[in-house]
Structures are given as structure tokens and as C-alpha cells.
């Protein structure tokens, strides 16, 4: 597993796949550019892009709040996880580029990726 550093309050693995930092920064553009999930964070590991909101913890520390996850399924294809109350990961059968996954979550899972009060 690739070494973990902190940079500007963002855990960013190094060494990470290029077409991974690419599809990155898509999915932090396509992010910022609606009310639903501006604010939310992307967290890399490995072939999966992490949606997270930053919330305060326990201690009155920040900690990430995992709503969705991309998995990396080959070419720009990505299948769309949701974190399930009993913490795992559960496969959705939605299944796309980063510009569809987004719509998809824009259209399904506002829920899921909404800033709560």
C-alpha cells in the first residue's frame, strides 16, 4: 500500500494510477457544480474515489463521513458503491463514466450525499 501524507487538510495517497487522478479531478469539478454535493470531499484508495463530507467528531476533531464510493472498473468506467448501515459497502447496479455516475447520484442519492444540519 502506497504511503499516506497530509497535504492542505487532504489525505492524498502517492504513487496514485494517473487515469485515478484524472477521473479525481473530474469528479471534484463535477462536484462543485451543484448545490447537492458542493462541499463534498473525494478521498483516494487504491481503484475507489471516495465521496465524503467532513464532519466534526467525538473529540471536536474533524473526521471523514463516507457517503458513496467509484470504483475503477477498467477504461473510464465506474461502478457506484453505497455505505450501508452496517458499514460496508454495497454495489449499486449503476455503472459508468465519472460524468454519469454524477447524474446518477445527482438524480438517486441526494440523500446520501447532502449536507445534514
Do not use: Y
Not at 502517492?14 to 478521498?43: C, F, H, M, Y
Amino acid at each position: 500500500m502506497p504511503c499516506l501524507k497530509r497535504d492542505a487538510g487532504r489525505t492524498l495517497e502517492q504513487d496514485v494510477n494517473p487515469s485515478i487522478e484524472r477521473a479525481r479531478e473530474r469528479l471534484e469539478e463535477l462536484l462543485g457544480k451543484s448545490k447537492i454535493t458542493t462541499g463534498l470531499l473525494v478521498r483516494v484508495r487504491g481503484k475507489h474515489l471516495t465521496l465524503v463530507r467532513e464532519e466534526t467528531g467525538p473529540g471536536g476533531e474533524p473526521e471523514d463521513d463516507p457517503r458513496v464510493r467509484l470504483t475503477h472498473l477498467g477504461g473510464d468506467q465506474f461502478g457506484v458503491s453505497v455505505l450501508r448501515h452496517t458499514g460496508k459497502w454495497e454495489r449499486t447496479q449503476f455503472a459508468g463514466t465519472i460524468d454519469k455516475d454524477v447524474a446518477i447520484i445527482h438524480e438517486t442519492m441526494q440523500h446520501l450525499v447532502a449536507d445534514w444540519p
